[in-house]
């Protein structure tokens, strides 16, 4: 059978077993699963790793579990902005939004931007007017509103503390990401998040930034990174994954753990990151006490998981 497989992840960070109550811990876990099977089905049916990772996202940011889309964090103004990159391993095309209000499905737009713009990264008002002119579907603010996102900004506002919306404690978990390798041999990835809790205005993570927190190369794998975008940026760290493999011959098990516990520790990067290799060999890594997670292969089974 030729091999595909999908992988996702809802965030990664000091996630207390304590705060975590036996139905909620469902709740990511059904969500999860959800997602999985979405981009699976897709896969199955032969459709390409890029449309899988998009479908997959999509399922998570239309959760409020999740910040990503719906449930996305409060900035330090109150507002909601959210990032978001897609890359196709094929011809390495890629697309991202960052800083864009309102947009329901951050991720959809990436993949406009990609596919339409000409360009790879749009911010802010300019990619706002893109979703408007290519009729991507927009909320008012309310939808994104969620009373614990609320409650989680204001025990920060008016402070310069940023948070991972999963430290601390928290009980909402998560950037949410997707990667897949389809039945042609081809990789994609997908990122989308809501950054930090009281995040400067336009702020800017890595999840939208391509070899960042995204990253795609049919020669190599395919990543989505979770975790304090600073360190993840200065680390470049999707990016890493994939140069470890093809300049240095690690396999995708060797770089992963090269980039997740060596590279970003001293650089304070709290995290993980989930991959595919062109094999279909998924690996699922962090250095924080869990990450919400999930893969499926061809066997259409879910496998999902937030601590170690
Ligand atoms: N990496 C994201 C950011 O810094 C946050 C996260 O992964 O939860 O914006």
Known sequence: MTPFAIAVHGGAGTIDRADLTPEREQAYQHA????????????????????????????????????????SVFNADGQHEMDAAIMDGSGLQAGGVAGVQNVKNPIRLARRVMEKSGHVLISGMGAFEFAHREKIELEDDQYFFDPFRYEQWQRV?????????????????????????????HLAAATSTGGMTNKRYQRIGDSPVIGAGTYANDATCAISCTGNGEAFLRAVAAHDVHALMAYKGLSLDEAVRVVVHERLPPLDGEGGMIAVDRAGRVVLDFNSTGMYRGSMGADGVARTAIFR
């Open 32 to 71: 999860l699963a959800d997602a999985l099977r979405r981009g699976h089905a897709l896969l199955q049916d032969g459709a390409s790793a890029l449309d899988a990772v998009e479908a997959a996202v999509r399922v998570l940011e239309d959760t409020p579990l999740f910040n990503a889309g719906r449930g």
């Open 157 to 185: 506002q008016g402070t310069d503390a940023t948070r991972l919306d999963h430290s601390g404690g928290e009980r909402k978990f998560g950037t949410v990401g997707a990667v897949a390798l389809d039945r042609h041999g």
